[in-house]
């Protein structure tokens, strides 16, 4: 395991830079998928809880954020079939 926070940072930043040059070439913003799901569990991992305590939140902030995402979708392709 990664043992301290920049080493996670780091970890973390290398694959993101990837990622947004991959969207930007793409058009797709689905590829950061993957951080949507790793996401909760790296910054939970940070707080002094309980395994139990940290999947729960973990969970909530992943479903929170997925939500986010779906309604931003929407909302883009609303805009995109709006006639002008």
């Known amino acids: 395991m990664i043992d301290t926070l ?3 940072i780091l970890f973390l ?6 990622l ?6 793409s058009k797709s913003w689905i590829v950061f998928l993957p951080i949507l799901v ?21 969970s909530i902030f992943l479903f ?3 939500l986010a995402f779906l309604i931003w979708q929407i909302w883009l392709l609303k805009k995109e079939n709006k006639p002008t």
């Open 6 to 8: 920049f080493k996670q």
């Open 13 to 18: 930043l290398i694959p993101f830079a990837y």
């Open 20 to 25: 947004s040059w991959f969207a930007w070439w």
């Open 38 to 58: 790793n996401l909760p569990s790296v910054i939970t991992e940070q707080f002094p809880l309980t395994e139990e305590w940290k999947a729960i939140i973990s």
């Open 64 to 66: 929170i954020m997925m």
